[in-house]
């Protein structure tokens, strides 16, 4: 029996424990049948016994599980609303920090500012299986519509206990073969968000052979789940188009014969962590552990899709003013219409020329609000260090692709010297460090000006027509 399985059977023993001590007994039995989960939740922040403690945040697991869907709701609007700070303790807090601002009333402020919901999650936690239906559970609320004040506050409790409970320390680090027990290679194929994975003889292709790796991160709360997880190739080179890694019938290599690893799909696998980052902490675990393996390898590269730029141009082709874009780039944007485009060769080409300049703006010169790249992707790898190295026009022909990013696929290149500089670059002043091929994209004729990436205060409608040689021909 494994050390997790001991654990857990040991927490079971002692809620079994609770329950007999809570539950014995007809009677006690037909209260507890009666009891509404709010009072469970009041039961269980007020209990001091740990085997009666454990009872409760079962019982009360169990019975969220069993919700249908509008009373999952109202039970969390619960937790907002009857759950949320002692407003008495918090405003004698506030009064004497206003006329003591000694450590010992900070600390009474903080205490008394955390929401009473937090404790109830960490005792929920203490259930077996707890963490696991506590993600299940965060997984559900962001599920719903709701973007009320309730939903904010309450998803901000989540992030906060998860953050710690899912720091980097308590993950590991396992790699995923053809070895690997099937429940959790079912799993894998089930949570590959990147390239979907057929069935068993593709996930065969990617894991068995020399020259594939593939790596998750593990928590011993969910010791079978993945958390996240990487797919790499060994190669000799930088490949352009997802066909060069996935295609059956490419040439294999030993992995001692590559020079480059490629990170070609990161999928996280638990809906209800979104937003607790982890493929930061693995890619450069991986890149560790590859080195360590094969020290031939010198480039370590993605092969990355990028799931705004369909959307982010559609918009900026149904704007007459947020690109300015010029009539003949509007003319060749429309040959994006026809699905059978890329198939006729003067169309792609005369398509490709518009399309990466257009794409280089997209990284290099759009931003959020909050002053970050719009590409979900770009802001992860680049946010990590990483270099914006190649723009790979028709990269993937997938339908998904397609419809995301009319076939376009980005090659970022993590330089292990310059990470931190990049990523400093990037977050002290917002500029995206990229290739000269990229930045040439953007402007052929002009060295691009100002230190954030900007083209000084030109007109894009200039830059595109200097970059494209004036226009349509």
């Known amino acids: 029996?494994?050390?997790?399985?001991f654990f857990t059977d040991m927490l079971q023993s002692i809620t079994d424990r609770g329950r007999q001590l809570l539950f014995s007994g007809s009677r006690a039995t037909q209260v507890a049948a009666?009891?509404?989960?709010?009072?469970?939740?009041?039961?269980?922040?007020?209990?001091?016994?740990?085997?009666?403690?454990m009872a409760l945040a079962a019982e009360i697991l169990e019975r969220f599980g069993a919700l249908e869907s509008e009373d999952a709701q109202k039970f969390l609007h619960m937790l907002h609303e009857k759950f949320g700070p002692d407003t008495t303790m918090l405003d004698q807090a506030m009064e004497n920090y206003r006329t003591d601002k000694s450590s010992a009333a900070i600390i009474a402020l903080h205490?008394?500012?955390?929401?009473?919901?937090?404790?109830?999650?960490?005792?929920?936690?203490?259930?077996?299986n707890g963490t696991a239906k506590l993600v299940q559970m965060r997984q559900q609320m962001l599920a719903s519509k709701d973007q009320s004040a309730a939903y904010h506050a309450l998803d901000a409790d989540f992030t906060h206990l998860f953050g710690s409970w899912f720091n980097r320390g308590f993950l590991t680090l396992r790699p995923i073969d053809w070895s690997t027990p099937a429940y959790i290679l079912e799993k894998i194929i089930k949570y590959e968000a990147v390239h979907e994975i057929a069935g068993w003889e593709e996930l065969r292709r990617r894991l068995a052979p020399a020259d594939r790796r593939c790596f998750a991160f593990f928590h011993p709360r969910l010791a079978d789940e993945p958390l996240v997880f990487v797919e790499v190739a060994l190669t000799r080179s930088v490949p352009s188009a997802i066909g060069d890694v996935l295609d059956e019938g490419r040439e294999q290599i030993n992995a001692?014969?590559?020079?480059?690893?490629?990170?070609?799909?990161?999928s996280n696998c638990q809906d209800g962590l979104r937003g607790i980052s982890f493929g930061n902490f693995l890619i450069k675990q991986v890149v560790d552990d590859l080195r360590k393996d094969l020290p031939g390898l010198k480039n370590f590269v993605t092969l990355s899709p990028v799931p705004g730029f369909a959307r982010w141009l559609a918009k900026a082709r149904a704007s007459a003013t947020d690109l300015d874009l010029p009539k003949a780039v509007r003319e060749t944007l429309m040959l994006l219409d026809d699905p059978n485009w890329p198939d006729n060769e003067n169309t792609a080409t005369?398509?490709?020329?518009?399309?990466?300049?257009?794409?280089?703006?997209?990284?290099?010169?759009e931003r959020t609000p909050e002053g970050r790249p719009v590409d979900p992707v770009a802001r992860?790898?680049?946010?990590?260090?990483?270099?914006?190295?190649?723009?790979?026009?028709?990269?993937?022909?997938?339908?998904?692709?397609?419809?995301?990013?009319?076939?376009?696929?980005?090659?970022?290149l993590y330089k292990l010297d310059y990470i931190v500089a990049n990523h400093e670059a990037l977050a002290q002043r917002g500029e995206v460090i990229a290739s000269p091929r990229?930045?040439?994209?953007?402007?052929?004729?002009?060295?691009?000006?100002?230190?954030?990436?900007?083209?000084?205060?030109?007109?894009?409608?200039?830059?595109?027509?200097?970059?494209?040689?004036?226009?349509?021909?």
């Open 34 to 53: 009666k009891v509404d989960l709010q009072t469970l939740c009041e039961m269980l922040l007020s209990s001091r016994g740990e085997a009666s403690g």
């Open 1 to 5: 029996m494994s050390e997790t399985s």
């Open 111 to 128: 205490q008394a500012a955390e929401p009473r919901r937090q404790a109830l999650m960490r005792r929920l936690n203490h259930a077996p």
């Open 438 to 473: 990229v930045k040439g994209l953007l402007n052929q004729n002009e060295e691009s000006r100002g230190g954030n990436g900007q083209q000084g205060s030109r007109p894009f409608a200039q830059i595109m027509n200097s970059t494209l040689g004036g226009g349509r021909k």
């Open 350 to 365: 005369e398509v490709e020329r518009v399309l990466l300049a257009l794409a280089a703006r997209y990284f290099l010169i």
């Open 256 to 266: 001692d014969e590559a020079t480059t690893a490629v990170f070609y799909s990161i």
């Open 380 to 412: 992860f790898h680049l946010g990590n260090g990483a270099r914006l190295e190649r723009l790979n026009f028709l990269g993937d022909r997938s339908t998904k692709a397609m419809q995301q990013a009319h076939g376009l696929m980005v090659n970022y």
